[in-house]
């Protein structure tokens, strides 16, 4: 069977997603990348351009096919045939959701849809490292890639509040989103001063604990979380406070040696976010820390003997970018991929 993974969106996690499956399609065991732009811009031909000399295949809206033609460019694919052909779909647009009903429902031929971020609802909630157990073939047809922030939510419980075996110590975590006002990459939404946010999710405060929840529920967790979200003008990276109970006693040694250990945790000895985020730049793929977290180890500390107190910084774009490629796999290789992550395994750094 060709095995053929569809893109949906070109924004800020769908550009570097078809780069990044088109450029390691051997590796991945993909025989085609193909990717919807739904309007023609000519300031982002290059964009369009670059993406299709790695060999990704543009679909558009037929109504707009003209369009892209004006712009040089030459579409391969309508975008319901691009659905119907494809393997696995991968959204990547603020339209899952919207998506799910008006074309995935009813597309016979792919075996699996992804969708990104804020799109609760859409699937069964899914992260690497925290949930794979939770995944079944015969009923999860649609999944739920969760935010970076989650991500990073996720990832600080799993290594900070589990034992090896599964013991969960969690007693209660909440958690401060600081978020940076927008991507280096948007025009738009630049705010001038730090602007708080509402807690307009209920018990969890905002969707950052409400997903982090949901998303443990699938393994038989029922965790007490709370998040606060704050925005700041600045375009770097989003920042996390937390603070972790546990029903036990921990030292901070032992909280940054649970951090250390875990291969997709970064630990870092700097604590600027223009640092860290230079070092991605520098060392990452096309800019993108493929970790799930990175923890300055320095800021950890235990209040109480059972409270762990600590910052670190969420590499948005990166951590659902991996999870993201993670169930794409699952769905194209029901005999294992967990070999073919290992063209990614440079990008996952264990310090910055």
């Not at 375009?235 to 940054?256: G, N």
């Amino acid at each position: 069977m060709v095995k053929i993974v569809h893109i949906v969106g070109t924004g800020t996690i769908g550009e570097p997603l078809i780069g990044l499956m088109a450029d390691n399609r051997e590796a991945f065991g993909i025989d085609e990348v193909t990717f919807h732009k739904r309007t023609p811009l000519l300031r982002e031909r290059g964009k369009v351009n670059d993406l299709v000399s790695r060999g990704a295949h543009l679909s558009v809206d037929q109504d707009r096919w003209a369009g892209f033609e004006e712009l040089g460019h030459a579409p391969k694919l309508e975008a319901w045939e691009a659905i119907e052909r494809a393997t696995v779909v991968v959204d990547c647009t603020p339209a899952g959701n919207e998506n799910k009903e008006k074309y995935y429902r009813h597309a016979s031929g792919p075996g699996g849809f992804l969708a990104q971020g804020s799109e609760f609802g859409f699937g069964k909630m899914y992260a690497r490292g925290i949930n794979d157990q939770a995944l079944e073939r015969d009923e999860d047809r649609f999944l739920h890639i969760v935010s970076c922030n989650t991500h990073n939510i996720a990832v600080l419980l799993k290594t900070l509040g589990f034992d090896a075996d599964g013991t969960n110590h969690i007693v209660e975590g909440s958690f401060l989103c600081i978020r940076r006002a927008n991507d280096i990459s948007q025009t738009g939404g630049f705010i001038p001063s730090p602007e708080v946010g509402t807690h307009s999710k209920g018990r969890f405060g905002t969707h950052h604990a409400k997903d982090a929840h949901h998303l443990f529920q699938t393994i038989g967790e029922d965790l007490d979380l709370f998040s606060s979200a704050i925005k700041v003008n600045s375009q770097y990276m989003h920042a996390l406070h937390f603070e972790i109970v546990l029903d036990r006693e921990v030292t901070t040694r032992e909280a940054q040696e649970r951090l250390m250990e875990n291969p997709r945790v970064a630990v870092t000895y700097k604590r600027s976010a223009g640092e860290i985020f230079s070092f991605g730049r520098d060392h990452g793929y096309y800019g993108r820390i493929l970790s799930q977290t990175v923890v300055p180890v320095e800021t950890l500390a235990v209040r109480g003997g059972n409270r762990i107190v600590g910052f670190c910084f969420t590499p948005q774009d990166g951590n659902p970018m991996l999870s993201t490629v993670a169930a794409t796999l699952w769905y194209l290789h029901p005999d294992g991929f967990d070999d073919r992550l290992d063209v990614l395994a440079r990008y996952v750094f264990q310090e910055v």
